[in-house]
Every structure is written in structure tokens, then in C-alpha cells.
């Protein structure tokens, strides 16, 4: 039965024609209003909408409403099971609050910093790199130093984009990001809301590589909030100061530990290396991943193997590969340890927006938490065959170091072993000059045959005679190294719009405008929806059967008997639901009990059989089945 049938057969007033074909439902381009649409659409129908309106809202914070949390659900999932199950690898659930000496470590108490312009007139403040990549041409105004920052405001001449005012005259400067809080009552612990997810990884390293019995490669993800005080949040949730990561910290031996890119090397996707970006005429790269390992365009083969693991899982969920690539990021954006990055982008009404970063972070973070804390961030790497090396080793004289430095004393023995692992020539060229003073002519060692500490800020010197400095044979199974991480980053509010954004689509439908989410089974909130035709006991009771049936092999349904049919249709189609299921009085006449099944995109409508509907609708979630198949 078509819709113009059912709709027949429905009383209700407010029945409307909706005949539909596969040619009548070809979807219109989606125009440059698309973002102020979807934003509309995302507010009535549950997506999301700014938090707390009732107080007047606040900017930055989202709520995802039932559609929006379960759309964002089934993204997180569908990212678990292809980077945490698929890979192997284990998942992790850690605070997002943390306390200050991790971000000390860590680097973010002094360099995670935006650029801030504060208007003159209106007192609003902006990000200064936001206000001069939108009114000129300058597209990565962040990787400029402020001095630069503040030349091209002046030579634009420009203005607050609140109120006009000029912002030529005003001082830029730097913003840190965090969320300061306190831990505990009274004389709290300084803490702050976590700005990644990463972190609560490698601090935990210690105890993960136990679980991980010390064999590298390994890898730990993380789906949870992070927070930035952004200055200027905008565009929805692009932009905010509360959002979702999907991280994986990837710990690798950068000696011996190799991707397998054969696995992905075929993987065609569009590059745009910095070269390009450089460059007067450059462009976009059409290539694979071998190609582009082959020819240097990707440096680091483990960045290429995880840039080759997420471009068919993007296009799994939904994005829009027409209008998705991957940025390598230039000399002055890139982090001072990253040896390489590419960002996952997708565009939006013109307009790149990054999903995901992908880095190389060799051995900073780790070998800085263990600068900082008093934990071992190393693993053991056993040799095929014990070595018989040399070993410089320090037994010092406390009973000179105890009366010199007092409480210091272990302080100064913890120096010297360091200094004899690092740089035992220091030790050596100062033992030769104290014999060759002490050749036989009873003459005391200077000064000068000693070697050099520091300790708090100032320098020391011990006689090389009081360190107990040797050179020992010692037989090793191994070495401790310091692991390297490759760090694939997601952004997952990004990439909910994006996937909103890339799903939003328009048709017209026998004269009467259609708007539809053409949203990946695997993703869409709801898979099917169940209407009984008309208000009828009998169809009402088949449709509870049909719809928990449904349910019991774990799909997610809805039901609706409002109004007629055609608007029912609408109201999933807007949502994005794949499929309708319509139990009408053919359902209740014919000897075999079917229904009909109607496919989103095409409207197109096929007969089913009840008993048989369950494990056909199964199998078209989990894609081993397609609807014109049927």
C-alpha cells in the first residue's frame, strides 16, 4: 500500500498527498543557510539546544536532548568498537578533575594559552586569531606570534565584532584555557577540569603497563568530558567549553615496534600536507595510504596507519567524504614534541572544521610525568641474549656529605648517580686530574678535580674521591626505555555535527517540501518506527507486538498513532529514523500477517512478513542487508 493509500484510508484532517516514488525523492543540495537550519531543527526535535535557558542560558555549554544523546551514543560505541575492540586495545574511565602538579608536568599551567583582544567600548573579549581569520585572509592566524597578531589588527584596521568599536590600539594577550577549582575544605589542593582526556592516561602509565604485562605496543582509550574556558565559544557546538573526547594513546618501542600498513595501505584519501599549504598553487592530494608513505608526504608510519584505520570508519558513521580530508599541520601550529600531525577535517557551508588530531608525541609526556612524579614511566625491554656492559656507578662518602649538606645529603647522592648515568666523563677527566696532582709528590687534589651538581638552583662541587665513582662490568637482560605515543584525538561533539550537518538533506515530494536526516543506521537514534494505521484496537495491539518483538533483538523503536500517516513519516524522516513499519488492516485480512516497511531516502515501501520482520530488520542495522535486496 503506498502513503497516498494509507492516507486514504486514515480520517484524519489533516491528511495530505504524499504519493512517493524513488524519482520523486531526489534530495536538493544543501545551501549555505544549511547550519542555521540544522540548529533549528536540532532545538525542536531534541538534538541539542544551549544549556540552562531557563537562567537566559550560558554560552558554550550544550545539552543533548533524547535524539541528540543517543545519536552521540551510538558515535561513541561505533568508535569503541573500531579503536578499543578491534585494535585490541583497553578502555579507561579516569577523573575529570585532576591536581595541579599533573598539569605542571604536563606543560598546560604555562603554554596552554589562547590569544585574547579585549574590546575598548563594549568590554567583550575575542579571540584575537579568530577576529583577523575572519576579516582577512589569513587562515591560521593562531600559529602567529602576538606581536604579529597585533600588526595586522592595526593594518586592517579591525573591529569588535560586538559593537564596531576599533581594536587597532588593544594590547593582545594570552588566555589560559583551564578551569581552576579546589580539592577538599580549608587548605584545599589546587586542581583543575581536565583540558583533555590524555592526561588521565599517562599519569595512570605506571599501572596500565602492569595490566598491559609490560609487553609494548599497547594501546589505552578514553570517551569523557574535557574542559577549556574558551573565550569566544560559537557555532553551535563546534565550539564549546564542555565537550566530549574519544582518545587513544598508542605506547609503542620506537625501535623495534612497526604498524602493520599493509593493512592500509590501500586506503584512498585526500591530503593537504603543509607543502601544499605553502605553496602559491597548491592543493588537495588524491592518493593512498602506501602512496603516501612511499613518497614522504606522511613522515611517521604510525601516523599513517591510524590515518588509514579512521577514513573508512568515517565514512562508516556517516561523513561525507566529498567534504572530508586530512590537514597536516604546519611548522608554527604544531606542538614543540610533536614530530608530526594531520587533523581529520570535514567541511561545513564552506568552512573546515577539524574532527580529530593524529600525533606523533615520541616520549614527552611520559618522560615529563616521570621528571615530575616519583613514579617509573618506563618498561622493560628484554634482550634476545644478555649483554655484558659497562656501568658507571657512585658509592659516595655520607660521612663527608652528611656534615656538608645536612638534610640535602640524599638530594646530592640522588645528582651524582644521575650525572654518572648521563655523563660519566665528568667523573673520569676529574679522577685523571686528581692522580696526576697526587703523583707521588703528597700534594692534596684541587679544587678543580671535582665534578659539578646542581641543587636547587645552585651549583656544587665534590671531590671526585668522595663520590665512590666506578666503572663496573655488569650482565643486563634487558634495558628500561621510555615508551613513545602515537595519539589519535576525536572530537565527538564536532563530529555529531558534522554527521548532522553531511545527514541534512531536502526533496520535495509530489509538491510538498520534505526535510530529512539521512542519518547511518549504525548511528541514527532511532532505527525503525512502528504506526498502526488508524486508531483501532486490533491494529494497535499487533503494532505493541510488532514493536517488542523489535525491541527484543535489541533495536531501538519507536511508536507513534498521532495523526495521519504522512505526517507521521515526516516527523521520523526529520529525525533521521531509517525505517517505518506501518501495521495496516491488510496486516489484519491477509492469510499471511504482513506489514509494510518503508525505506527513509527513497520512501520506497516493501511487504514483509511479520513472523520474518525481526530478523530482516536485524540484519539491515547491522548492515548485511540492504533494502532494495528485500
Known sequence: MSEQQQETADTDAEAAP???????????????????????????????????????????????GPQGAALKGNVEDAWRDRFAVAEGNMEIDAPTIMPEPVFEASGHLDGFDDMLVECPECGESHRADHVVEDNTEYEDAESLPIPEVEEVIAEYELVCPSCGAGLADQAVETFNLMFATNIGPGDSQPGYLRPETAQGIFVEFPRLKEYARNQLP????????????????????????????????????????????????????????AAEQNAADGDEIETTIGEAVDEGIIGDEWVAYFLGVAKPWYDAVGV??????????????????????????????????????????????????????????????????????????????????????????????????????RDRTAFESAAQDAAEESSGDGTEPRDSDSVEIELDGERHEIPVEKTGFAVEEQ??????????????????????????????AEDEVDGEERTYLALDPEV???????????????????????????????????????????????????????????????????????VTVRERDTTDQKRLSVSELPGIMAELRAGELEFDEL
Not at 363 to 389: I, M, W
Open 218 to 273: 599497547f594501546g589505552v582509550t578514553q570517551i569523557g568530558r574535557a574542559y577549556r574556558n574558551e573565550i569566544s565559544p560559537r557555532r553551535s557546538i563546534i565550539r564549546t567549553r564542555e565537550f566530549t573526547q574519544a582518545e587513544l594513546e598508542y605506547f609503542v618501542d620506537p625501535e623495534e615496534d612497526e604498524p602493520d600498513l599493509e593493512a592500509v595501505a590501500d586506503v584512498e584519501v585526500t591530503l593537504y600536507p
Open 475 to 504: 650482565t643486563e637482560a634487558g634495558e628500561h626505555i621510555l615508551p613513545h605515543v602515537v595519539e589519535p584525538s576525536f572530537g565527538v561533539d564536532r563530529l555529531v555535527y558534522t554527521v548532522l550537518h553531511h545527514a541534512y
Open 18 to 64: 504524499d504519493t512517493e516514488t524513488d524519482a520523486d525523492a531526489e534530495p536538493a543540495a544543501p545551501d549555505e543557510q544549511t547550519s542555521e537550519k540544522l540548529v533549528e531543527l536540532a532545538k525542536r526535535r531534541g538534538y541539542f539546544f544551549q544549556s540552562s535557558g531557563a537562567y537566559g542560558g550560558v554560552g558554550g555549554f550544550y545539552t543533548f
Open 320 to 421: 561525507d567524504m566529498d567534504r572530508f580530508r586530512f590537514r597536516q599541520h604546519l611548522s608554527g601550529e604544531r606542538a614543540h614534541y610533536a614530530a608530526d600531525c594531520w587533523d581529520a577535517e570535514s567541511e561545513i557551508d564552506g568552512n573546515w572544521i577539524e574532527m580529530a588530531g593524529f600525533a606523533y608525541r615520541s616520549d614527552y609526556d611520559l618522560s615529563k610525568h616521570a621528571e615530575y612524579s616519583e613514579d617509573r614511566f618506563t618498561v622493560f625491554r628484554q634482550y634476545d641474549e644478555p649483554k655484558t656492559v659497562e656501568r658507571a656507578t657512585v658509592d659516595p662518602d655520607m660521612s663527608y656529605l652528611g656534615p656538608e649538606f645536612g638534610g640535602a645529603a640524599q638530594d646530592v647522592v640522588d645528582e651524582l648517580e644521575s650525572l654518572a648515568g
Open 524 to 594: 541514527a537514534p532511532t532505527f525503525v518506527g512502528v504506526f498502526p494505521l488508524q486508531n483501532d484496537d486490533e491494529l494497535e495491539s499487533t503494532a505493541d507486538e510488532i514493536v517488542a518483538d523489535l525491541r527484543d533483538v535489541g533495536l531501538s523503536v519507536t511508536y507513534d498513532d498521532s495523526g495521519n500517516i504522512g505526517r507521521r513519516y515526516r516527523r521520523q524522516d526529520e529525525v533521521g529514523t531509517p525505517f517505518c513499519v506501518t501495521v495496516d488492516y491488510e496486516t489484519l485480512e491477509n492469510e499471511e500477517t504482513t
